[in-house]
């Protein structure tokens, strides 16, 4: 059983660009929360997805916007990047009705 | 201002040793807190979770204590080997707000052989 995976594992944008990163939940998980990492620091909370719908967002600009696909995989979208956006992107799964979250290994995007 | 602080922010033991990490909350009120391994370059991972109700919960050579009243935990580890050097995550969970979780910066250890 493949665990939480995420693409695409290291990307380069410059400033402006947009991305797009994707996150494929194991079986069993309905529930998709993005994370945003900087270096050194916790996980700060973007946004979590439930029935392909946005349940809740952390105190992140309208940039960053997701989408959850019928399959409960998700994107995560982040528009006119800035070098501040430079940071690892978390995906975690999990069942709606279980407190365990299984996190993917990450997406390391670096802005230019 | 962070409703969880770690303590403290990297720490250096010799293999075989043991150390204590610590985590401070403010998130009230309180549903459940977690610790979490991180290597570097990796996505976190589960070591233990526990509930109000819960004191003390071992994995392996990992050791949680939660103290509720005081907001305080801690993780220990004994017997360090090469493996556990990561950043090891605390992580709070509001009641009733089970989706949206605080974390705390991490304590990064390293161990040397």
């Known amino acids: 059983d493949a665990g939480v995976t995420q693409s695409p594992t290291h990307l380069i944008k410059t400033r402006g660009q947009q991305v797009t990163l994707r996150c494929s939940p194991k079986s069993g998980h309905d529930t998709v929360s993005w994370y945003q990492q900087a270096l050194g620091q916790g996980p700060q909370f973007i946004f979590q997805?439930?029935?392909?719908?946005?349940?809740q967002r952390g105190n992140f600009p309208d940039r960053f916007s997701g989408h959850q696909f019928p399959n409960y995989s998700s994107e995560l979208n982040v528009n006119a990047l800035l070098l501040g956006d430079s940071a690892l992107y978390l995906c975690a799964g999990q069942n709606s009705g279980a407190n365990v979250l299984t996190f993917g290994a990450g997406s390391r995007l670096t802005v230019l | 201002k962070n409703q969880v602080e770690q303590s403290p922010q990297s720490l250096i033991i010799l293999e075989g040793k043991n150390c204590t990490l610590q985590c401070n909350y403010t998130v009230s009120p309180f549903s459940n807190l977690r610790w979490y391994k991180q290597d570097t370059g990796r996505g976190p991972v589960s070591l233990t979770i526990m509930t109000f109700s819960e004191n003390t919960k071992s994995n392996g050579r990992y050791t949680a204590t939660l103290d509720a009243d005081t907001k305080q935990s801690s993780l220990h580890i004994t017997a360090s080997q090469l493996s556990d050097s990561a950043s090891y995550i605390c992580v709070v969970s509001k009641k009733g707000c089970d989706y949206k979780l605080s974390f705390g910066a991490g304590t990064t250890v390293t161990v040397r052989a």
């Open positions: 997805y439930y029935e392909e719908e946005e349940r």
